[in-house]
């Protein structure tokens, strides 16, 4: 796919929903031009109407387009600091902050101390008996559609997978899995009708969801003191690192945080590869030549193509230059991630999707720093597996028609992809 240029330098207002509703060219087109001639623009807060609480006037932000700026802001959380929010451009109150977004909105000494907990919840047997049940999954998920011949494959292949296998990490039971991806998505979809209840504004919805998933991993954290079993949930609850663990609340923000950041994620990265491998035959061709040798190069590949989280938020808590722009306390960046993969200072040919791009310091995973991605591992392998096995199972599955796409400014969402296959057993 190549930019297309249909906007002046003044034109482009990322804050603007209609922007990010033009076709993936324009939007390239746009960043590369802002790229050239403006990296660090700044735009005024999108505006929320109606919104049931007050959010104070914002004095706007700065976009982070280059891969370099990108890279320098995560590097230095001390001065660009995520506490005040790192998923809404706008000032929530900080208790929905916390509700919506745990520790990826903390900064240090909390976050370490969260993460530390969090991360040795996943000991190596716990990591190996998940990466078994990736294998038993896809192979579950692919089952249920094969026979058919065809199907839309973001809601019954890509959306699924991942779904149950966060679920299954948690001890989250499978009757209520349901209830999960429908919180998911409207706390992802950031008002995308589709995803809210009809009549209802989008933040109460955004706050309904919200309060459900707390509630199910209160409920849930509570009983796995008294019944602690082999899994996550039971590890995070009853922690005995330093004497630590996390609350109740702390361990609902994190499930929060798990079922969007891990869930919403890998599932558009899967969509996306399947619509880039309609479009770039050759490329998959590459691929299943030799699905084991090359998935390293593939998966990296269709994360960078992909981007499926656009930005991530800072605050500046001192005066900073960055790329020749003076930045002061209290000042906002989001660091564009969509654009900083498409950097032809870092990328060659930033545009063609080339499964063996090596090396490939994409930055789809955010960049290196303390809020790396925490998932990026156990996402590697769900995108790796889920196409082996697609691949073994459904080696001509291509999409048939264009993706349906999610009405955001913050996941590049695909919402529905019709595909179709050679029925199998
Ligand atoms: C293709 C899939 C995924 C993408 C593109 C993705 C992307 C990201 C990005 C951009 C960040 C923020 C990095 C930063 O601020 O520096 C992040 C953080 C995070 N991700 Fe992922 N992610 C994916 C999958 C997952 C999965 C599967 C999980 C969980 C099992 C997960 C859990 C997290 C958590 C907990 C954080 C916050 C880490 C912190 O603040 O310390 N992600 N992810």
New binding site residues.
């Given amino acids: 796919m190549q930019p297309t240029s249909t906007l002046a330098l003044d034109e482009i207002d990322l804050s603007d929903l209609e922007f990010w509703l033009r076709p993936w060219s324009e939007r390239e087109g746009a960043f590369e031009l802002l790229r050239n001639e403006r990296p660090i623009p700044h735009f005024d807060d999108p505006v929320i109407t109606d919104s049931p609480f007050p959010i104070p006037p914002g004095s706007g932000y700065y976009a982070l387009t280059k891969h370099r700026d990108v890279a320098a802001a995560?590097r230095h959380p001390e001065v660009f600091r995520?506490g005040q929010g790192?998923v809404s451009i706008v000032d929530l109150p900080p208790e929905m902050v916390e509700y919506f977004s745990?520790?990826?909105?903390?900064d240090n000494p909390r976050?370490t101390r969260?993460?530390r907990i969090?991360s040795n919840a996943f000991n190596p047997r716990r990591v190996r008996a998940i990466e078994d049940s990736i294998d038993s999954v896809a192979r579950d998920v692919v089952d249920r559609v094969a026979s058919r011949g065809s199907c839309d494959f973001a809601t019954e292949v890509a959306a699924p997978f991942?779904l149950r296998?966060?679920c299954e990490?948690m001890g989250v039971s499978p009757e209520d899995e349901k209830t999960v991806l429908a919180c998911s998505n409207t706390i992802l979809s950031m008002g995308d009708a589709e995803y809210i209840p009809e009549g209802t504004h989008p933040v109460i919805a955004l706050l309904e969801a919200g309060a459900t998933l707390t509630a199910m991993m209160e409920e849930l954290g509570k009983y796995r003191v008294e019944h602690p079993v082999d899994d996550v949930t039971s590890a995070l609850v009853n922690s005995k690192v330093e004497g630590d663990a996390l609350t109740h609340q702390e361990l609902a923000s994190?499930f929060v945080?798990?079922v969007t950041?891990?869930?919403e994620?890998?599932r558009?990265?899967i969509s996306h590869g399947l619509w880039a491998f309609t479009e770039h035959p050759d490329q998959r061709a590459i691929w299943q030549a030799d699905v084991e040798g090359r998935a390293a190069t593939a998966v990296d590949e269709i994360?960078r193509w992909?981007?499926?989280?656009i930005f991530?938020r800072?605050t500046v808590a001192e005066p900073i230059e960055l790329s020749g722009t003076q930045l002061v306390q209290g000042d906002k960046v989001l660091?564009f991630?969509n654009s900083a993969n498409r950097d032809s200072e870092v990328f060659e040919d930033p545009y063609r999707f080339d499964v063996l791009r090596d090396p490939n310091p994409h930055?789809?995973?955010?960049?290196a720093?303390?809020?790396?991605?925490?998932?990026?591992h156990?996402?590697?392998r769900?995108?790796k597996v889920m196409y082996r096995e697609l691949f073994r199972r459904l080696p001509d599955l291509v999409a048939t028609d264009e993706p349906v796409r999610l009405e955001s400014n913050f996941v590049n969402g695909i919402k529905h992809l019709p595909c179709a296959f050679t029925p199998a057993r």
């Fill in positions: 995560s995520s790192a745990g520790m990826i909105s903390t976050h969260l993460r969090v991942p296998i966060i990490m994190f945080l798990l950041a891990g869930n994620t890998t558009t990265a994360v992909a981007s499926p989280v991530m800072r660091l991630y930055v789809g995973f955010g960049a720093g303390p809020h790396f991605c925490l998932g990026a156990l996402a590697r769900e995108i």
